[in-house]
Nanobody
Framework: QVQPVESGGGSVQSGGSLRLSCAAS??????????MGWFRQAPGKEREGVAA???????SYIDSVQGRFVIARDNGEDTIFLQMNNLTPEDTGMYYC??????????????????????WGQGTQVTVSS
């Protein structure tokens, strides 16, 4: 059973940076056409996809983080990272890592929350103050 474990959250001021990591035990790369992604949930709001990457290295981002966040992977360690730059208070929330079989990174980003599939981590808190 694959199990993602997140780390790297914290508190920063607006304009600052954070780097999140997600280590997926259980060898997710053994799954044909797998994706890993970052999702977030702010207080009082629905969970949303932030960024995803597939096993071909293709990536997908929501518009609000395009150009500020970068998702990358270390296949040898089944680990993904999310480098978050120029953070704003609107980026505050609990960030979850998830892994699932998928058609593409874009498919994963658009459907893992709405269709409720994949294996999810416990989350790591990101707080950005103004």
């Amino acid at each position: 059973q694959v199990q993602p474990v997140e780390s790297g959250g914290g508190s920063v001021q607006s304009g600052g940076s954070l780097r999140l990591s997600c280590a997926a035990s259980g060898n997710p790369t053994s799954v044909h056409n797998w994706c890993m992604g970052w999702f977030r949930q702010a207080p009082g709001k629905e969970r949303e996809g932030v960024a995803a990457i597939d096993n071909g290295g293709n990536t997908s981002y929501i518009d609000s983080v395009q150009g500020r966040f970068v998702i990358a992977r270390d296949n040898g360690e089944d680990t993904i990272f999310l480098q978050m730059n120029n953070l704003t208070p609107e980026d505050t929330g609990m960030y979850y890592c998830a892994v699932a079989a998928c058609f593409s990174a874009d498919h994963a980003l658009r459907t893992m929350v709405t269709e409720g599939f994949g294996v999810w981590g416990q989350g790591t808190q990101v707080t950005v103050s103004s």
